[in-house]
């Protein structure tokens, strides 16, 4: 529901780690606060793109923004304990999305070129997310506190 918060079906209200990683960000306006996991990242995928084209995305941009924002919280579903949490937020000149984990942190590397398409080359999520937006940062920790993967492309 856009601009509603929901945990998805999954019962998860923040937890004791929810401030770490988690914190919101004050700024903007918030479209979108969703709990994610595999089996409504379909539903989540949708009301992304939808809040995007309502923030005022369109064509090319939109498609490529809704796919960014699928494979870094497909990466949170694979890689961070099935779970996660997105904010979506309209800024002034950007639609930026956060995707927060609870996972045990990994180190951003993300490849110049397109990596391999053997099953044992992985990392294509997040080097296509870079490739697509205008804004990509990675913070993560190794302790296992998770990772916190912003992404915005400008609107104007």
Do not use: Y
Not at 18 to 39: D, I, S
Request: with cysteine; hydrophobic share 35%; glycine share 16%.
């Amino acid at each position: 529901m856009p601009g509603g918060e929901t945990d998805g079906g999954t019962g998860d209200t923040g937890g004791p780690n929810a401030g770490v990683l988690g914190a919101p960000h004050r700024r903007g306006t918030l479209l979108l606060k969703r709990h994610f996991t595999g089996e409504n990242l379909p539903q989540v995928r949708a009301q992304v793109e939808d809040a995007a084209a309502a923030a005022g995305l369109g064509g090319v941009r939109l498609g490529e923004f809704t796919l960014a924002v699928s494979e870094i919280a497909a990466n949170a579903v694979e890689h961070a304990g099935g779970r996660g949490r997105l904010e979506l937020r309209r800024l002034p000149d950007e639609l930026e999305c956060r995707i927060t984990d609870d996972g045990p942190g990994f180190v951003p590397a993300i490849p110049e070129l397109l990596p391999g398409l053997t099953e044992g080359c992985r990392g294509r999520g997040l080097w296509l997310a870079h490739l697509v937006t205008d804004r990509l940062t990675v913070t993560t920790d190794t302790t296992g506190t998770g990772a916190e993967v912003t992404l915005a492309l400008r609107l104007t």
